[in-house]
Nanobody
Framework: QVQLVESGRGLVQAGGSLRLSCAVSGRTTSSTNMGWFRQAPGKEREFVAAIARSGTSDYRDSVKGRFTVARDNARNTIYLQMNSLEPEDTAVYYC???????????????????WGQGTQVTVSS
């Protein structure tokens, strides 16, 4: 059974940094295409970043150059390093994993079968 557990929640000022972690069990990160999504109050969940098992990554435009997705296969964990945070980045952040038979990452929520419980990120102005 695949389980994802996020950590790294926090309250930071605009311009600050935060790193989120997603510990994976029941699956190796080296074999899994994974993504980060977020949901702000009153808004729909949206794509943030994804990392393919090949190592390639993808980002939504508003976080390009500020966020970096990475993985540590030895720790079976993926990370989202967030720099230059803005109040608009305030949301609950979720990591997600695709099923093994999919060969690439995706920006679509429907393409992910496994989800973490989410972790709160609050950026004050």
């Amino acid at each position: 059974q695949v389980q994802l557990v996020e950590s790294g929640r926090g309250l930071v000022q605009a311009g600050g940094s935060l790193r989120l972690s997603c510990a994976v069990s029941g699956r190796t990160t080296s074999s899994t295409n994974m993504g980060w999504f977020r949901q702000a109050p009153g808004k729909e969940r949206e794509f943030v970043a994804a990392i393919a098992r090949s190592g390639t990554s993808d980002y939504r435009d508003s976080v390009k150059g500020r966020f970096t997705v990475a993985r540590d296969n030895a720790r079976n964990t993926i990370y989202l390093q967030m720099n230059s945070l803005e109040p608009e980045d305030t949301a609950v952040y979720y990591c997600a994993a695709r099923k093994l038979y999919f060969s690439d990452r995706s920006r679509e929520i429907k393409d992910y079968s496994y989800w973490g419980q989410g972790t709160q990120v609050t950026v004050s102005s």
